[in-house]
C-alpha cells in the first residue's frame, strides 16, 4: 500500500477573501510505517489528512492510493474501504456496546452480522481490551479504552491506511503511550500505514518518519531542521 500527494495546492475561499494553505505539497506515505505530521495551528496538516481521507479533493494536483487518484474514485467507497480514520474526540456511537461499534463498519458493508462479531472480538483482542468490556456502553470507559475502541473500529474498515487525528489529544501519558505503541504493532508487525497528525511532543519520539508542515509544504524533520 502507498499513498502519495503530488503537487497538491488547496485554498480556502470565502466571499472576502483566499486563502492557500498547501502550496505544492509532495511526500509518500509506505506501508510499515508510522509517520507524523506535525505544525502549528492553521498550518495546513488537518487540511493535509482530510485531503488523505477522501474528506476533499486537491484543487490541483494529485492524491494517490496505489496509483489510482482520488479525482476519479468513488469517494463514498473510498472513505469506507479504503481509509480508517481514528479521532481525537473518539466519536463512538453511544447506544452501541462495544462490540457493536467494531461491528458497525463491517455491517456496513453487508458482512454478516456472525462474521463480523468474530472479527470485532479479533480487533478488540488486538487492541488490547479485556473481553468483559466488550459488552459495555462507550460511555462507561475510560479515554483510553475508548480510543482503543476506535482503532479497532477502524481495523474493521479492512484498510491499510490509518489516519490519526490527535488520537493523544485527551489522554494521560499513560494512556497515549500505549496507544501510540499499539499503533506502531500494527505499522510493524501488519504492515499498516500509520499517518498522525499531532502536537503531542512524547508522540515524536516514537515516530519513524516525521514531517513538517511549513510554507505550505510537508517537509522531511531531517531537512526542515537546514535553513
Given at each position: 500500500?502507498?499513498?502519495?500527494?503530488?503537487?497538491v495546492?488547496?485554498?480556502?475561499?470565502?466571499?472576502?477573501?483566499?486563502?492557500?494553505?498547501?502550496?505544492?505539497?509532495?511526500c509518500?506515505?509506505?506501508e510499515g510505517?508510522?509517520?507524523?505530521?506535525?505544525?502549528?495551528?492553521?498550518?495546513?496538516?488537518?487540511?493535509?489528512?482530510?485531503?488523505m481521507?477522501?474528506?476533499?479533493l486537491?484543487?490541483?494536483?494529485?492524491?494517490?492510493?496505489?496509483?489510482a487518484?482520488?479525482?476519479?474514485l468513488n469517494?463514498?467507497?473510498?472513505?469506507?474501504?479504503k481509509?480508517?480514520?481514528?479521532?481525537?474526540?473518539?466519536?463512538?456511537?453511544?447506544?452501541?456496546?462495544?462490540?457493536?461499534?467494531v461491528?458497525?463498519p463491517?455491517?456496513l458493508?453487508g458482512?454478516?452480522r456472525?462474521q463480523?462479531?468474530?472479527?470485532?472480538?479479533?480487533y478488540?483482542?488486538?487492541?488490547?481490551?479485556?473481553?468483559?468490556?466488550?459488552?459495555r456502553?462507550?460511555?462507561?470507559?475510560s479515554g483510553?479504552?475508548?480510543?482503543r475502541v476506535?482503532?479497532?473500529?477502524a481495523?474493521?474498515?479492512?484498510s491499510?491506511?490509518?489516519?490519526?487525528?490527535?488520537?493523544t489529544?485527551n489522554?494521560?501519558?499513560?494512556?497515549?503511550?500505549?496507544?501510540?505503541?499499539?499503533?506502531?504493532?500494527?505499522?510493524?508487525?501488519q504492515g499498516?500505514c500509520?499517518?498522525?497528525v499531532?502536537h503531542?511532543v512524547?508522540?515524536?519520539?516514537?515516530?519513524?518518519?516525521?514531517y513538517r508542515?511549513r510554507d505550505?509544504?510537508l517537509?522531511d524533520?531531517r531537512?526542515?531542521?537546514?535553513?
Open positions: 500500500m502507498k499513498l502519495e500527494l503530488q503537487n495546492h488547496f485554498s480556502y475561499r470565502t466571499r472576502y477573501q483566499t486563502t492557500e494553505v498547501l502550496k505544492g505539497v509532495d509518500v506515505f509506505s510505517q508510522v509517520y507524523g505530521i506535525i505544525g502549528k495551528s492553521g498550518s495546513g496538516k488537518s487540511t493535509v489528512l482530510s485531503l481521507a477522501g474528506l476533499m486537491p484543487q490541483t494536483g494529485s492524491v494517490l492510493l496505489d496509483g487518484d482520488t479525482r476519479k469517494l463514498e467507497t473510498y472513505r469506507r474501504e481509509v480508517a480514520v481514528v479521532y481525537q474526540s473518539f466519536r463512538l456511537l453511544p447506544l452501541l456496546t462495544v462490540e457493536e461499534n461491528m458497525y463491517m455491517e458493508r458482512m454478516k456472525k463480523a462479531q468474530r472479527l470485532a472480538r479479533d478488540l483482542r488486538q487492541v488490547d481490551l479485556p473481553e468483559q468490556t466488550w459488552r456502553f462507550p460511555a462507561t470507559l483510553g479504552e475508548q480510543q476506535g482503532i479497532a473500529r481495523l474493521g474498515t479492512e491499510r491506511l490509518l489516519l490519526a487525528d490527535e488520537p489529544g489522554l494521560d501519558f499513560e494512556n497515549s503511550a500505549q496507544i501510540i505503541g499499539i499503533l506502531k504493532r500494527l505499522a510493524r508487525e499498516y500509520v499517518v498522525i499531532t503531542d512524547d508522540v515524536m519520539d516514537e515516530l519513524d518518519v516525521i508542515m505550505g509544504r517537509v524533520q531537512e526542515a531542521h537546514v535553513v
